[in-house]
């Protein structure tokens, strides 16, 4: 059942992702976090074609043109932005103290966060025409694109029904044998 749930995903997934010749295309499986559910996602790392305009719109146009999203920097920017992907991390993507510490991000960003060094992150109009980027490389600072364009990381989320899936029939396997019936009722002996 789980292998063929991958292919059906696998398949699902290689719609609308066309990445550029210098993209950089990673995955990760992160953990339910700040109200984000457990999910599968797609990256890319992109950088943009034009600099004239507001950062947080090239953004969103760079990321639109291979399916995903630019991944939100801080939640109080942008976390419930439709143009956005917020993973649920509770501090600074472009601020390398915050994404090195596992109190502020999901379970298994740790295998990512690397990704986001020396990348500007969405922050919508937090800021005007500006983004925040992680420029000193210990720290981050506000850039605009005409200053600074080393790129940013757009997302989507890859196969959420997979995760819950087998999180679902693992939960009623649990269930069954400890003397309960899928139902939830306990099981006659």
């Not at 699902?12 to 066309?18: D, E, F, K």
């Not at 034009?50 to 146009?61: C, D, E, F, K, N």
């Not at 419930?80 to 960003?109: C, E, M």
């Amino acid at each position: 059942m789980r292998d063929v749930l991958k292919q059906l995903c696998a398949a699902a997934l290689v719609v609308g992702l066309v990445p550029t010749g210098d993209a950089q295309a990673f995955e990760a499986n992160l953990g339910g976090f700040n109200g984000v559910s457990a999910r599968s996602y797609e990256f890319n790392v992109l950088k943009l074609k034009s600099t004239s305009g507001s950062y947080a719109s090239l953004m969103v146009a760079a990321c639109e043109a291979v399916g995903m999203k630019p991944v939100c920097d801080h939640p109080s920017y942008c976390k419930t932005d439709q143009k956005a992907l917020y993973i649920g991390q509770s501090g600074h993507l472009a601020y390398k103290p915050h994404r090195n510490s596992n109190n502020y991000v999901p379970a298994g960003f740790s295998g990512i966060r690397n990704y986001w060094t020396g990348l500007c992150s969405y922050t919508a109009k937090a800021n005007g025409n500006y983004a925040l980027c992680n420029i000193p490389a210990n720290s981050h600072g506000w850039k605009d694109p005409k200053t600074a364009n080393p790129g940013l990381v757009c997302g989507k989320v890859s196969c959420p029904s997979l995760l819950r899936t087998r999180r679902m029939h693992t939960g009623a396997r649990r269930r069954h044998r400890r003397g309960y019936s899928a139902g939830g009722g306990a099981s006659d002996p």
